[in-house]
Structures are given as structure tokens and as C-alpha cells.
Nanobody, 118 residues
Framework: QVPLVESGGGLVQAGGSLRLSCAAS????????MGWYRQAPGKQRELVAT???????NYADSVKGRFTISRDNAKNTVYLQMNSLKPEDTAVYYC????????????WGQGTQVTVSS
């Protein structure tokens, strides 16, 4: 199992910013995707943003133009810069590592709470 360690969550006012980070301990496969999902109370977990090891990104429509995902492949770390935060962004954010070959196989971080006040 690949441990994923998240940090950067917290409480912020609407319009503010947070930066999440997630580091995968140990070695990971070359072909992979890392990113973030979130889950609000009473709702299903949903994709926020992902980036493959080759640099291909995928964003939820609701965060495009506000959130930016980046990776440091040498450090096995993914970052999520969240700007112009809205109360509807409030959720537990989970880091995800998806190994693409063979698989896919998913690994999850412990989750970090992001709360945006109005």
C-alpha cells in the first residue's frame, strides 16, 4: 500500500485561497494519476482535479478557472491551489493516487477538511 499524506486544509472566508498538498511515500509506478476528490455531507464523492504523470489534467467544471493542480514527480507530490473559494467548496478533500498499469488501482489519503465561510 502507498501511504498518501495530505495537508493544507482549513477554514477560510469566501474569496480566499488555500493550497493543498499530497505526498506519496515510497516508490510509485511511472504511469499514474494523482489528484483530488471531495465529499460534502450527504453527497457523493466527486472529482475535483487530477493530473497524470505525463501532465494531462482534468478538472471539474465547477472549479475550472479557480483551482490549479500541479505535480512534482520527483517528490511524488501533487498540489491543489484553490483560489476564489466559495461556500459550496466546503467538503472533505481526499487525495487520490491511481495506478494505471496494470489496473487501475486506487489509493486514498486520509482526507482534509476545507471549510469556506460566507
Amino acid at each position: 500500500q502507498v501511504p498518501l499524506v495530505e495537508s493544507g486544509g482549513g477554514l477560510v472566508q469566501a474569496g480566499g485561497s488555500l493550497r493543498l498538498s499530497c505526498a506519496a511515500s515510497g516508490s510509485i509506478f511511472r504511469l499514474n494519476s494523482m489528484g483530488w476528490y471531495r465529499q460534502a455531507p450527504g453527497k457523493q464523492r466527486e472529482l475535483v482535479a487530477t493530473m497524470t504523470s505525463g501532465g494531462v489534467t482534468n478538472y471539474a467544471d465547477s472549479v475550472k478557472g479557480r483551482f490549479t493542480i500541479s505535480r512534482d514527480n520527483a517528490k511524488n507530490t501533487v498540489y491543489l491551489q484553490m483560489n476564489s473559494l466559495k461556500p459550496e467548496d466546503t467538503a472533505v478533500y481526499y487525495c487520490n493516487l491511481r495506478i494505471l498499469m496494470p489496473g487501475p488501482r486506487d489509493y486514498w489519503g486520509q482526507g482534509t477538511q476545507v471549510t469556506v465561510s460566507s
